[in-house]
């Protein structure tokens, strides 16, 4: 009988010892677009996790003000930080019908004297304000898209919660505006429209601080364009829009219609140039359209401080 032959199985020639440089460069270059795409989803993730517990904030603020309302007989709690208009703006006497001097119980922070370092709020400004008894929580006050160290990221409406805005000392009559019977909105039945009347939103402030209320100064009473100031301004952390919450306790996430406008109020805070940020240089040739379009972030905030008492498109 003739022996069988084992079959060799090892063929050394025909053996690979790995992957080659092109295999392990498309490899590499799989992983690092992988990566990307990671980074990316969770980039946005993130983002979209801190807008949502920024309008989350600003709720648990409309909720804290609808609760003291219900406790001091319908009234809003005052959007203000000090007991007088705004800070430095002297004595408010003559308007005593509307400031109602004295009520500082109803002051959302109380922003002055042992409760400021400079002009940096102390952690007892927020705590003894009147929105403190409904929130208990420090983390309610900051936004997550805040960079500053500040203790505070928010700020109400001025023309809610009292019965005149905080502008005194900035060159309006006051006195006239008084007596023409003209008021803000002290409580939500005072509201013609709370779906559409901001109550906070994210603010930028020269003064190191969230000083009185958000607003769009004056303007809202004179008709005319004026020239394309914010009197403090919705802050650009995330440069294309800004959280805001509604008097009906809605949020929004409001996204700026012009690219632009995020940089450009960086830009003006960076430069320290005070209260008033001008987006366009001012043109009072143009028509009602041309501002509304040359302006039509400034125009969004200032037709919902107030609407159904002014309005100017």
Same mark, same amino acid.
């Given at each position: 009988?003739?022996?069988?032959?084992?079959?060799?199985?090892?063929?050394?020639?025909?053996?690979?010892?790995?992957?080659?440089?092109?295999?392990?460069?498309?490899?590499?270059?799989?992983?690092?677009?992988?990566?990307?795409?990671?980074?990316?989803?969770?980039?946005?993730?993130?983002?979209?996790?801190?807008?949502?517990?920024?309008?989350?904030?600003?709720?648990?603020?409309?909720?804290?003000?609808?609760?003291?309302?219900?406790?001091?007989?319908?009234?809003?709690?005052?959007?203000?930080?000090?007991?007088?208009?705004?800070?430095?703006?002297?004595?408010?006497?003559?308007?005593?019908?509307?400031?109602?001097?004295?009520?500082?119980?109803?002051?959302?922070?109380?922003?002055?004297?042992?409760?400021?370092?400079?002009?940096?709020?102390?952690?007892?400004?927020?705590?003894?304000?009147?929105?403190?008894?409904?929130?208990?929580?420090?983390?309610?006050?900051?936004?997550?898209?805040?960079?500053?160290?500040?203790?505070?990221?928010?700020?109400?409406?001025?023309?809610?919660?009292?019965?005149?805005?905080?502008?005194?000392?900035?060159? $309006? &009559?006051? +006195?006239?505006?008084? %007596?023409? =019977?003209?008021?803000?909105?002290?409580? /939500?039945?005072?509201?013609?429209? *709370?779906?559409?009347?901001?109550?906070?939103?994210?603010? $930028? &402030?020269? +003064?190191?601080?969230? %000083?009185? =209320?958000?607003?769009?100064?004056?303007? /809202?009473?004179?008709?005319?364009? *004026?020239?394309?100031?914010?009197?403090?301004?919705?802050?650009?952390?995330?440069?294309?829009?800004?959280?805001?919450?509604?008097?009906?306790?809605?949020? /929004?996430?409001?996204?700026?219609?012009?690219?632009?406008?995020?940089?450009?109020?960086?830009?003006?805070?960076?430069?320290?140039?005070?209260?008033?940020?001008?987006?366009?240089?001012?043109?009072?040739?143009?028509?009602?359209?041309?501002?509304?379009?040359?302006?039509?972030?400034?125009?969004?905030?200032?037709?919902?401080?107030?609407?159904?008492?002014?309005?100017?498109?």
């Amino acid at each position: 009988m003739r022996p069988k032959r084992m079959k060799n199985h090892r063929n050394p020639g025909n053996r690979r010892s790995g992957f080659t440089l092109i295999e392990l460069l498309l490899v590499v270059g799989l992983i690092f677009i992988l990566i990307g795409i990671v980074l990316y989803v969770g980039g946005r993730v993130l983002r979209q996790s801190r807008i949502t517990s920024c309008m989350n904030n600003q709720r648990q603020i409309n909720m804290a003000n609808f609760n003291f309302a219900t406790d001091n007989d319908g009234e809003f709690m005052s959007p203000r930080s000090s007991g007088n208009f705004q800070s430095g703006a002297g004595d408010d006497s003559a308007l005593a019908d509307c400031s109602r001097g004295g009520e500082t119980y109803r002051l959302f922070t109380k922003s002055y004297g042992g409760n400021m370092n400079g002009n940096s709020e102390r952690e007892s400004a927020l705590t003894e304000g009147a929105a403190w008894e409904y929130l208990g929580d420090l983390k309610a006050y900051k936004s997550p898209n805040d960079p500053t160290d500040r203790v505070r990221s928010y700020a109400i409406n001025a023309y809610v919660g009292e019965l005149c805005p905080d502008n005194l000392g900035s060159g $309006e &009559d006051y +006195a006239a505006i008084v %007596n023409s =019977g003209w008021r803000a909105a002290r409580s /939500l039945a005072a509201l013609p429209q *709370p779906n559409n009347t901001l109550m906070t939103t994210c603010e $930028e &402030d020269s +003064a190191g601080y969230n %000083n009185q =209320g958000f607003m769009i100064k004056n303007w /809202l009473i004179n008709g005319n364009p *004026p020239p394309q100031h914010w009197f403090d301004y919705p802050a650009p952390w995330l440069e294309d829009g800004v959280t805001t919450s509604f008097c009906d306790g809605s949020t /929004l996430f409001y996204e700026f219609k012009k690219p632009d406008l995020g940089q450009h109020l960086i830009e003006n805070s960076a430069s320290g140039s005070g209260f008033h940020r001008a987006y366009y240089p001012g043109d009072p040739s143009l028509s009602a359209d041309q501002w509304n379009e040359t302006n039509s972030d400034w125009y969004w905030f200032k037709n919902r401080m107030l609407p159904g008492r002014f309005n100017y498109e």
